[in-house]
């Protein structure tokens, strides 16, 4: 009988816990780039369902490159089309990606995964619905080799 409650009680409590986590409102897409060479006019797209438009988001860019990466920076264009717009509008981000002796960001082996904060203040949505941002390398190289994936992240911002 004893063994019965504490197996009861601790389901119970594992369910409590489960329950009570709060998971953060987070949308992070990676996406490929063929090859590890991205080439100039290819666009990355990526659609984004904003449904609070009474807090600020952070907006970072992903980069996961490799080792044979040849700069230390890119440059990317990011569109943003806003929800029932016909639109969109373009902002250049430089992005570091190395200093003057290792690679910014986290890595294993050859690969490394750089993620960058692309304003200094939360950005608000003034209208719900979704959100389509696009990246694109706006470097001379074309193809640009050694970058495997870019990508957006969108976390509220607390």
């Known amino acids: 009988m004893e063994l019965v409650f504490k197996r009861l ?4 409590l594992l369910v409590a816990g489960f329950t009570s986590c709060k998971q953060a409102d987070l949308y992070e897409r990676l996406k490929n780039v063929p090859g590890g060479e991205w080439k100039a006019g290819e666009k990355l797209s990526f659609s984004i369902l904003v449904e609070d438009t009474t807090i600020g988001y952070n907006l970072f860019a992903s980069i996961r490159h490799t080792n044979l990466y040849p700069y230390r920076n890119i440059w990317v264009r990011m569109g943003l089309q806003m929800p029932g717009a016909d639109t969109t509008t373009y902002q ?3 992005l570091p990606l190395a200093d003057n002796e290792k690679w910014l960001g986290t890595g294993l082996n050859d690969v490394y995964d750089r993620r960058v904060r692309l ?4 950005q608000r949505f003034n209208k719900k619905g979704t959100v389509i941002f696009s990246l694109q390398h706006i470097m001379r190289d074309d193809p640009l080799p050694g970058i495997l994936q870019a990508g957006i992240r969108l976390e509220p911002a607390r």
């Open 9 to 12: 009680m601790f389901i119970l």
């Open 92 to 94: 250049d981000f430089e």
């Open 119 to 122: 304003f200094g203040t939360p």
